[in-house]
């Protein structure tokens, strides 16, 4: 179900597995002057759609990277009228896709409201081997809340034990930052790097991501370590 976080952010979750673990997904809702904006959807129901109907008009619908494709176009059907924007390539990985806009290359702004980058450079380990995620990260400027997806995760107490276990041995139980899977497959550190120095002159508190327990506080510098961790230098 849709739950308020902040002044016109919500959040909506439901389970999810990955290699057999329980990660969980969330999606984000913005409300702008235009109406809703809907960063990562998750599969919708009646109960988050009689939400979402409640609270706005659906203005925005949002694919944030490669992957976080899956329920775009069953949200394309309930609300037709919505704008779809999209990262640069799923176009050409989704040709049929009925899209409105395309991410900028690098930074741009939604209505003055909301900012977002490309973290350029990194990638993540699928059954193909390492692959670009081509990942768009978001700053609502009002809640000071950065929006991420697969660019970093937060596992805690939250997850099962298996869940617990695995992030364990992936070094980052309990830490907001990407594991050593995606370190594996991100080579032009540089670029990473570089992307996330952008993101750390944004004023944010709290990260919001698809995967792991949200950090409402703190966030930033908690943030800042998981990278410094996984670049092996200091931002």
Same mark, same amino acid.
């Not at 176009?91 to 209505?111: M, R, T, V, Y």
């Not at 997806?149 to 309990?174: E, S, V, W």
């Given at each position: 179900?849709?739950?308020?976080?902040?002044?016109?952010?919500?959040?909506?979750?439901?389970?999810?597995?990955?290699?057999?673990?329980?990660?969980?997904?969330?999606?984000?809702?913005?409300?702008?002057?235009?109406?809703?904006?809907?960063?990562?959807?998750?599969?919708?129901?009646?109960?988050?759609?009689?939400?979402?109907?409640?609270?706005?008009?659906?203005?925005?619908?949002? +694919? *944030?990277?490669?992957?976080?494709? @899956?329920?775009?176009? /069953?949200? $394309?059907?309930?609300?037709? !009228?919505?704008?779809?924007?999209?990262?640069?390539?799923?176009?050409?990985?989704?040709?049929?896709?009925?899209?409105?806009?395309?991410?900028?290359?690098?930074?741009?702004?939604?209505?003055?409201?909301?900012?977002?980058?490309?973290?350029?450079?990194?990638?993540?380990?699928?059954?193909?081997?390492?692959?670009?995620?081509?990942?768009?990260?978001?700053?609502?400027?009002?809640?000071?809340?950065?929006?991420?997806?697969?660019?970093?995760?937060?596992?805690?107490?939250?997850?099962?034990?298996?869940?617990?276990?695995?992030?364990?041995?992936?070094?980052?139980?309990?830490?907001? +930052? *990407?594991?050593?899977?995606?370190? @594996?497959?991100?080579? /032009?550190? $540089?670029?990473?790097?570089? !992307?996330?120095?952008?993101?750390?002159?944004?004023?944010?508190?709290?990260?919001?991501?698809?995967?792991?327990?949200?950090?409402?506080?703190?966030?930033?510098?908690?943030?800042?370590?998981?990278?410094?961790?996984?670049?092996?230098?200091?931002?």
């Amino acid at each position: 179900m849709l739950r308020e976080i902040d002044n016109n952010l919500w959040v909506a979750e439901q389970p999810f597995k990955y290699w057999g673990l329980e990660v969980g997904a969330r999606m984000t809702v913005i409300r702008l002057e235009s109406g809703l904006m809907i960063i990562s959807p998750i599969k919708p129901d009646e109960q988050i759609i009689h939400q979402l109907n409640k609270i706005g008009k659906v203005a925005y619908i949002i +694919a *944030p990277n490669l992957y976080h494709h @899956l329920f775009i176009s /069953e949200f $394309q059907v309930i609300y037709p !009228s919505a704008k779809l924007i999209i990262p640069k390539a799923l176009n050409i990985k989704l040709p049929k896709l009925d899209f409105a806009q395309l991410l900028n290359d690098n930074n741009g702004s939604l209505e003055d409201q909301v900012d977002y980058l490309l973290i350029d450079g990194f990638k993540i380990l699928d059954i193909s081997g390492a692959s670009t995620l081509n990942e768009y990260v978001f700053f609502h400027r009002d809640s000071r809340s950065l929006i991420i997806t697969d660019t970093a995760f937060h596992f805690d107490g939250n997850f099962t034990f298996k869940t617990q276990l695995a992030a364990r041995l992936l070094g980052i139980y309990g830490k907001l +930052a *990407p594991s050593f899977l995606e370190k @594996l497959a991100s080579k /032009e550190t $540089q670029k990473v790097k570089q !992307s996330f120095q952008k993101v750390f002159e944004w004023d944010f508190d709290r990260v919001i991501m698809a995967h792991g327990s949200i950090v409402e506080t703190g966030a930033k510098l908690k943030l800042k370590q998981g990278y410094e961790n996984f670049l092996s230098t200091s931002l």
